[in-house]
């Protein structure tokens, strides 16, 4: 694993239903971000953490958790999927310098 | 609460001439600023960053952009356009103080450079 990994790649989910998107870095970065694009409005920040165990809340952390159990993994779940949030989700992590690192992105479609 | 403005949402430029990416900010206190580039079903890479000293700042694949305080801006440059600089650019903002290190981007500028 060299940088920041996502899974699933792409996902159709049923309204309603569960989902969990997987993030995974290996630079040992403590700052670890969820972002979502949209067309036209850029990324907007979802959730952050700076240290195993802490998180916040971004822009648009609504119908969105996460969780920090240790340096490498920041999970982020959608409890109960909307079409709404059907979107390209990206990871990403942040060095001591400030610059973030992202992932290759999971483009999920709520039906 | 910050802010950043990408007013074009595409440049069309031909391979070989100057490019410029406009970027203009809002921010309290003394400002972060980074450029990332994406290209077509790929994460953002990182092309450069202001911190803080000379107001112009080098980067990867040739770019370059000139931090201008009274001006609030950050625009993104290139001497010579090349076809693969073909991709969509990010500006993004953050304050010096968020310990947080979180970042305000822009919606996005698409480059498109003609051969």
């Known amino acids: 694993i060299a940088g920041i990994t996502q899974a699933p790649t792409s996902q159709i989910l049923a309204a309603g239903r569960r989902m969990t998107l997987r993030c995974t870095q290996d630079m040992r970065h403590n700052a670890m971000y969820w972002y979502r694009q949209d067309l036209g409005l850029g990324l907007r920040l979802i959730h952050y953490?700076?240290?195993?165990?802490?998180?916040g809340k971004g822009e648009v952390p609504d119908g969105y958790s996460v969780s920090r159990a240790n340096t490498d993994d920041f999970p982020l779940t959608l409890a109960s999927a909307v079409p709404s949030q059907t979107s390209v989700y990206f990871c990403a992590s942040s060095d001591s310098g400030g610059t973030q690192y992202f992932g290759p992105g999971t483009r999920l479609t709520v039906l | 609460a910050q802010s950043v403005a990408q007013p074009e949402d595409q440049v069309n430029v031909a391979e070989g001439n100057p490019l410029t990416v406009k970027c203009t900010y809002s921010?309290?206190?003394?400002?972060?600023l980074f450029w990332y580039v994406q290209y077509p079903n790929r994460g953002l890479q990182f092309l450069l960053k202001y911190i803080t000293g000379d107001n112009l700042v080098k980067g990867s694949y040739g770019f370059e952009a000139e931090f201008n305080k009274s001006q609030t801006s950050f625009h993104l440059k290139k001497p010579s356009a090349l076809v693969s600089d073909s991709a969509l650019y990010f500006c993004?903002?953050?304050?010096?103080?968020?310990?947080?290190?979180?970042?305000?981007f822009g919606a996005g500028t698409q480059v498109v450079v003609t051969p």
């Open positions: 953490s700076n240290t195993a165990g802490t998180t």
């Open positions: 921010v309290s206190g003394n400002p972060y």
């Open positions: 993004a903002v953050r304050r010096s103080t968020d310990s947080w290190g979180k970042l305000q």
